[in-house]
T-cell receptor, first 109, second 115 residues
């Protein structure tokens, strides 16, 4: 069953710009995680935010969580060509992760 | 560098064959998971395991079984492969002690084609 839904499905920006992706979910969660997937490869964990946290930073990544709206956003600042990938949010509940369908991010040189 | 290793990157099998997808992790993780990924459907959980010889059904277990005889190895079995099982299969692991703290470690995936 799908829990997280990412928005937009696809995003294309110029190198150096900021990229923002959103995730909405339906039920209560313990945590929300973001993953990156390069074409045809496995997923790589980027950042985790717990349900009692509102914002978290890791390098050029900033994640926010609004549990009242059941939504999260991932901001990538100063984008690079290497950031081109699909990004997935995953909501953690009962020791399992439920993934959304992802946002395809393309960084144009 | 910690790793989750899936034995094959690409696999082509015939309809009706019994298929084994192997996953090995070297992190002494208790929790292991099998997902399949399809365009437009995202990742869907097939089976997971919290310990040796333990298994739990995920959201789409039909047509699959699993085996976990050793802590580091979690195998996904397609008893009789069908064309609708053509997909990317992803294995992941996680420490049960660190559940909800550090996220999953994924393998590189196995792209299975059933003809």
């Amino acid at each position: 069953s799908q829990q997280g839904e990412e928005d937009p499905q696809a995003l294309s920006i110029q190198e150096g710009e900021n990229a923002t992706m959103n995730c909405s979910y339906k039920t209560s969660i313990n945590n929300l995680q973001w993953y990156r997937q390069n074409s045809g490869r496995g997923l790589v964990h980027l950042i985790l935010i717990r349900s009692n946290e509102r914002e978290k930073h890791s390098g050029r990544l900033r994640v926010t969580l609004d549990t009242s709206k059941k939504s999260s956003s991932l901001l990538i600042t100063a984008s690079r060509a290497a950031d081109t990938a699909s990004y997935f949010c995953a909501t953690g509940r009962a020791q399992k992760l439920v993934f959304g369908q992802g946002t395809r991010l393309t960084i144009n040189p | 560098d910690v790793k989750v290793t899936q034995s094959s990157r690409y696999l082509v099998k015939r309809t009706g064959e019994k298929v084994f997808l192997e996953c090995v992790q070297d992190m002494d993780h208790e929790n292991m998971f099998w997902y399949r990924q399809d365009p437009g459907l995202g990742l869907r959980l097939i089976y997971f395991s919290y310990d040796v010889k333990m298994k739990e059904k995920g959201d789409i277990p039909e047509g699959y079984s699993v085996s976990r005889e050793k802590k580091e190895r979690f195998s996904l079995i397609l008893e009789s492969a069908s064309t609708n099982q053509t997909s990317m299969y992803l294995c992941a692991s996680e420490s049960s002690v660190l559940t909800g703290n550090y996220g999953y470690t994924f393998g590189s995936g196995t792209r299975l084609t059933v003809v």
